[in-house]
């Protein structure tokens, strides 16, 4: 890892080194959290964990060719070298944000409170029509995740595009502070923590902390639809660019012409490539009208990087679903809408609309939207009376405030909406293959926590028979 020298990593993490010091100038080939996908020369990064103390997996990292490991904990006399912290976050955090650096390629963070993930690869899949992109994998967007990230970057790397989660005040400060980005993208500002975060105002601020470590000659790509962005004029002195529908006052689409789940038709006016086309007649070939907002944001990231017309629509074509974020999933004769891996009011009301753009009968599977605070029943009743006014046929939810969607909808629906609640997964099982039918599309969405890829899955091997 280019000039990731134990020295180095014991400086900029604040630690204390013991072990051979003629090995302080010696790099490490990677930096893993891991013990099982350790490699020579590796650094073993020791985390206690609520369930696993990794501490103990160190005197195996060395036997596995480990050149030094990092913990918190007094390791006593080891076969190699130990750096030894006070707070292995921190110190990954530093550690990180050096390699970065080292590294000195651009970097584009992206974070808001929905379309984060789906924004993230819509800009790695345009950037990747000219440049080497490396992106976040999975659901390493924290604390933990950045580094993580930044430590599976390669030298021949030309853009790292990272996606930046939040729970509560001062974590965007410390993101931001590890990667400096140079693109700051914020996709919109809904109720997501709401919980710690308390209003909209404070996600506001929360998510705006990506500003203060940002390159202050770099650029800000905010959504001009979202009332709470719009009110963002000046960052360190330059203004932001915009994307909209409604507001045209940077980069916006209209002539939407969608086609279900084969996807959408528009025309993206505004932007400034590098071959001087103004407007883009585009298709998007991810279902949604979201994912309109996402390519948006995604091409003033590539007008930043002077991608071509031609660059930029070849981007496009490259874009996919990927698990857990509306997924389309063949399963025998049903189409599942995958799009378990998180929810909140705003998304869960997205995806309904883009499960009534399906043909035959269209089925909600609904579970609990957690960290959604004081309000929490009443956005669930939302939902549920929103579902109602819809074209769904089904509605099964699980869980406590499952149930509160199924209220709403019995609140606000005609005969037509057939409604079942369940309190578990299990309770569901037993009536499932009772309740669905051949040729259903069925959307399954919830918050993470409540394990709705479960659901998935046996829809999957059941009709795999």
Wanted: aromatic share 4%; charged share 25%; proline share 2%.
């Amino acid at each position: 890892m280019k000039g990731m020298t134990l020295d180095v990593i014991c400086r900029v993490s604040g630690g204390t080194y013991t072990g051979d010091r003629a090995l302080l100038s010696r790099e490490v080939s990677q930096i893993t959290l891991d013990n099982r996908e350790l490699k020579k020369d590796g650094l073993f990064v020791a985390i206690c964990g609520e369930k696993v103390d990794a501490h103990k997996f160190i005197p195996a990292a060395y036997k596995a060719g480990a050149l030094c490991c990092l913990g918190t904990e007094d390791m006593g006399e080891l076969p190699g070298p130990y750096i030894r912290v006070a707070d292995v976050s921190g110190a990954l955090g530093a550690i990180a944000g050096r390699y970065i650096q080292n590294l000195g390629i651009p970097k584009v963070g992206i974070t808001g409170s929905v379309g984060k993930t789906s924004t993230k690869e819509a800009v790695a899949a345009i950037l990747s029509a000219r440049y080497k992109v490396h992106k976040t994998q999975g659901n390493h967007n924290n604390e933990l995740g950045v580094p993580i990230t930044a430590f599976s970057m390669k030298e021949d790397d030309e853009v790292a595009v990272f996606e930046m989660g939040i729970g509560n005040f001062g974590d965007m400060r410390r993101l931001t502070g590890i990667v400096h980005p140079d693109v700051a993208v914020i996709t919109n500002i809904g109720v997501a923590h709401m919980e710690a975060l308390g209003s909209r105002d404070g996600i506001l601020k929360a998510k705006s902390e990506i500003f203060e470590g940002m390159d202050r000659q770099g650029t800000v790509i905010l959504n001009g639809d979202d009332d709470k962005l719009v009110s963002v004029r000046d960052v360190h002195g330059k203004a932001p660019l915009f994307f909209g529908i409604q507001n045209r006052e940077g980069v916006w689409a209209d002539q939407i012409r969608e086609h279900g789940l084969a996807g959408t038709d528009c025309v993206i006016h505004g932007l400034m490539t590098a071959d001087g086309v103004r407007e883009l007649v585009v298709h998007i070939p991810i279902p949604g009208r979201h994912m309109i907002y996402n390519t948006m944001a995604a091409l003033l990231v590539a007008q930043t990087f002077h991608l071509t017309s031609d660059e930029m629509l070849e981007g496009i074509s490259r874009m996919k679903t990927i698990e857990g974020r509306q997924n389309l999933i063949r399963a025998g004769a049903l189409l599942l809408i995958d799009d378990c891996y998180n929810a909140n009011p705003v998304s869960m009301k997205s995806s309904i609309r883009l499960l009534c753009s399906a043909q035959g009968r269209k089925v909600c599977i609904l579970g609990d939207m957690l960290e959604l605070g004081a309000n929490e029943r009443m956005m669930h009743r939302e939902v549920g009376e929103f579902l109602a006014g819809t074209q769904v046929d089904l509605l099964l939810t699980v869980g406590k405030l499952g149930r509160e969607i199924a209220a709403g909808a019995r609140k606000a629906a005609s005969g037509r909406l057939s409604i079942h609640a369940y309190d578990t997964k299990d309770q569901l099982f037993k009536d499932l293959s009772k309740l669905l039918e051949p040729g259903d599309t069925v959307l399954i969405k919830a918050s993470n926590g409540m394990g709705f890829a479960e659901i998935v899955k046996r829809l999957r091997e059941e009709a795999e028979g």
